[in-house]
Structure formats: structure tokens, C-alpha cells
């Protein structure tokens, strides 16, 4: 490959535009990593501290179940928000 040649992955560097919504998508993923990790460490956390006390270790499946919904719910509601300008459909 000659030094001018761009690789396909590599964006072009004149274009403001496509970096900036690389950059969006990027935080967008990692945001929605974030929710997902996290709610699965508090819900299953509650599912377990709450197992423990009852003596129903089952309740740990479903906090991180509860957790794994909750987010995809909410990654799915702002994903669809953004995707609509944020505005409501009267």
C-alpha cells in the first residue's frame, strides 16, 4: 500500500461531520454497556442480598433477569427518543 492509501477503516480526516458521528455512536455503545453492566450488578445485587434474608437463592436469577429487562427497556426507549429528535408525536 502506497502512504496516501487509506486503510477501510479509517475515517476521512477532511470530514468533520462522519468523526463527530463516530464519536456519537462510540458514547452511545458505551453508554449502553454502562446501563447494561450496571444494572445488572445492582438488580442482581438486590436479588441476592434479598435471597440471602429469605433463604431464597433463586431471587438472584431474578434480580439479574429484572436488571438485564430494565435496561434493554431503557436502552431501547432513549435509543428510539433520540432516533425521533426527542420530540412526542401528539
Known amino acids: 500500500m502506497s502512504p496516501t492509501t487509506r486503510t477501510p477503516a479509517e475515517p476521512p480526516a477532511d470530514d468533520e461531520s462522519v468523526l463527530a458521528e463516530a464519536k456519537q455512536t462510540d ?4 453508554t449502553i454497556v454502562g446501563h447494561m453492566v450496571s444494572a445488572i450488578a445492582v438488580y ?3 436479588g441476592y442480598l434479598l435471597g440471602r ?3 431464597h ?8 433477569l429484572f436488571g438485564v429487562a430494565l435496561s434493554t427497556w431503557y ?3 432513549t435509543v428510539s ?3 425521533n ?4 408525536k401528539k
Request: net charge positive; hydrophobic share 45%.
Open 27 to 30: 458514547a452511545t455503545m458505551w
Open 44 to 46: 442482581g445485587g438486590l
Open 53 to 55: 434474608w429469605t433463604g
Open 57 to 64: 437463592p433463586i431471587l438472584l436469577l431474578f434480580g439479574v
Open 75 to 77: 436502552t431501547v426507549h
Open 81 to 83: 427518543k433520540a432516533e
Open 85 to 88: 429528535g426527542g420530540s412526542r
